[in-house]
């Protein structure tokens, strides 16, 4: 049982340069969700999936799309990347949406030069 | 009214020390109020839990303390040590709808 799993673990990229960070878990929860982590800014959500099929914006979605590809997975992409998005990216998921329990992963250290 | 506000940002303590991290929130809609531990290189983990309807949890050396009245919450470590150093999230979450993380407090306990 290998919970919430993520790759890359570390990633640079070139302003402008795409990629994708992808996501699984493997408790059948329904919820996926995508954070980013800011020294002094806590967690904060980017997209969330309530179930297989629907996706909406977080707190902080502007240069980000999400695929919920099925049950088990959900993938972060960045089509153009800045410097404002180097930080450290976040996967977790949830039996339900709202479920105070949430698994995350081990996250990707993501610099933008 | 959707923010949790959390203090304080950073915490230094000598081992032994009782350790306090505050939450307050506004939203009265709020059902459960869970706590993260976050250690260096890793992903946030669950603590500890409280539903509003208890003024107090306590799970081995953690404690959470609940003021419903006052829309407050907060965590204590009892007998702290070096080992539970590490960046504390208070939370709070609505029945299918979002949680909403407090910003973090980062603690560091003395040997």
């Known amino acids: 049982n290998a919970g919430v799993t993520q790759t890359p673990k570390f990633q640079v990229l070139k302003t402008g340069q795409s990629m994708t960070l992808q996501c699984a878990q493997d408790?059948?929860?329904?919820?996926m969700y995508w954070y980013r982590q800011d020294p002094g800014m806590g967690l904060r959500l980017i997209y969330y999936?309530?179930?297989?099929?629907?996706?909406d914006k977080g707190e902080v979605p502007n240069g980000y799309n999400v695929s919920r590809l099925n049950k088990r997975e959900f993938s972060l992409r960045l089509e153009s990347a800045a410097p404002s998005q180097t930080s450290v990216y976040f996967c977790?998921?949830?039996?339900?949406?709202?479920?105070?329990?949430?698994?995350f992963g081990p996250g990707t250290r993501l610099t933008v030069t | 009214q959707q923010q949790v506000k959390q203090s304080p940002q950073s915490l230094i303590v000598q081992k032994g020390g009782i350790p306090i991290i505050n939450c307050a929130y506004e939203?009265?809609?709020?059902?459960?109020f869970p706590w993260y531990q976050q250690f260096p290189g890793k992903g946030p983990a669950l603590l500890i839990a409280?539903?509003?309807?208890?003024s107090e949890k306590k799970e081995g050396r953690f404690t959470i303390s609940f003021n419903k009245s006052a829309k407050q919450f907060s965590l204590h470590i009892m007998d702290s040590q070096p080992g539970d150093s590490a960046t504390y999230f208070c939370?709070?979450?609505?029945?299918?709808?979002?949680?909403?993380f407090g910003k973090g407090t980062r603690l560091h306990i003395l040997p």
């Open positions: 977790a998921s949830s039996a339900r949406q709202g479920f105070y329990e949430q698994y």
């Open positions: 408790m059948n929860h329904n919820s």
């Open positions: 999936s309530a179930s297989e099929g629907t996706t």
């Open positions: 939203n009265t809609a709020f059902d459960y």
């Open positions: 409280i539903r509003p309807d208890v």
């Open positions: 939370a709070a979450s609505n029945r299918d709808d979002k949680i909403i």
